[in-house]
């Protein structure tokens, strides 16, 4: 971890200021196979660390996509993206294309096309990696998406710490400009559209599509209501869409191999289309990101490429996507899952971001809910209570399980927690998905909860009614409990 003050110095001199910038994220694959066919989505990184000058991303099939998708109309276009059924990969999973059509039509005023690009959610890394080394591949897919919903203009809203990629970014930009890719009249196709950069503060409730919104336009991070969604009043209460990074990476090459072929991307894994980049983390022996089928299994990612737990440790448990969402365990059910919305959901857990943290024998259950809900309770926005004060309270709870002061009822003050921050009781996803890892660790790992508990009771003499003596637990109260 690096210190505070190296952290501050770094941002002074424009660099990361945490260790983000100095760690490379390793994409592991089979090179000498990987083509615009079989890994549309990293396949130039097979053939070059990053692909960051135009000329380069130019000979490597570069803008081919945005010249199609400019030869067709705006309508046939958005058709095409929504046949090819690209599901959202910012964790919601829903249809790119069919989310388009609910824009407002034109009406002559200006239309937002915004990625999302905030990617704070612990354990994610996929988009920095798109964004870092493949640029140009994100400004095409928002060109053609932005050509099939009218977009006037876009915006890149990208995590704070992300230095390097905004950097990429805006270079990348200035050469789109130079060369007639951005700006008026787009390549002579009568399409005029221009694309900015927009460094976050570094929250995590920024990521929530309309709390960014609010960002982007310099409110406070609050989510917004909805409806209306930002289709009908998003930026500066105009039509706005509101895509990840990861699904508008696919634009360009469903554009140059159609839908059919997008469909057939599966290989009959899974009745989603495409590829999708997963990853693994902690303690593993090669963490880092791969683009497969959806359908591959949490086994093939965790054991084949990853290559397994480190130094021996076993297997304990399992996040599928990121911080957010519900523990699974080591059996031989949860590991034979494949990653895929549906199969995922219905073990009790979500997709999210598809990047795999792995939890091992010697991690203390009690002891990384903590750390989690710290986490969750810091990014709350605050706009709601049960939200706002329910997180802290777990906090406290968890921290004086953690620190031995457990008290009994404890557990059962968790459950209903997880409860009343449920879908439909908050604002927006935050606090549910804030409690999913909390949920899941009472439900699977309840006994090291209930250890914390018993280890802070004693066993004292009680005399009971005619002077007999009998053993009885009792729990200790300690003065010390801090409250957060
Ligand atoms: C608390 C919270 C944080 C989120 N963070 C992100 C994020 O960092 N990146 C992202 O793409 N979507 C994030 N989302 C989901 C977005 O609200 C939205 O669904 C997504 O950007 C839509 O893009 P997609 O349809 O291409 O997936 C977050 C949602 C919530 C509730
Ligand atoms: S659930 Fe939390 S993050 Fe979402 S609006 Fe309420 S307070 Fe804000």
Redesign the pocket.
Known sequence: MMSITRQINNRKIGKSPSQLGEQSIPIYGDKATATSETKPLTWRLAHHEAVLDLATYQSLKGFEGLKIALSKSAKEVGTMIKDANVR???????N?GL?WTFMTPPDGGPRYLIC??????PGTFK?RLLMERLPFQLIEGMIISGYAIGATAGYIFIRGEYIEAAKRLNNALDECRANGLLGDNILGSGYSFDLHVHTGAGR??C???TA?INSLEGRRANPRTKPPFPQISGAWGRPTV????E??NNMSAIMLHGVEWYHGLSEGKSQNPGTKIMGCSGYVNEPGLWEVPFGTTAREIIFDYAKGMKDGRKLKAWLPGGA?TDFLTASDEHLDLPMDFEPIMKAGSRLGTCLIMVVDETQDMVALSLNLQKFFARESCGWCTPCRDGLPWGVKTLTALDAGQGQQGDIEVLQQLTKDLWLGKTF???AP?AVEPLQSALKYFRNEFDAKVDANSAVVETFAPGGVPSATTVTTYSPKKQSV
């Open positions: 959202g990969r910012g964790g919601a999973g829903f790119a989310k999302n690009a905030d990617e704070m959610e988009d995590y409730i990521g929530e599509e960014l509101v895509n990840n990074v699904s508008l957010s927006c996803a935050h998905g």
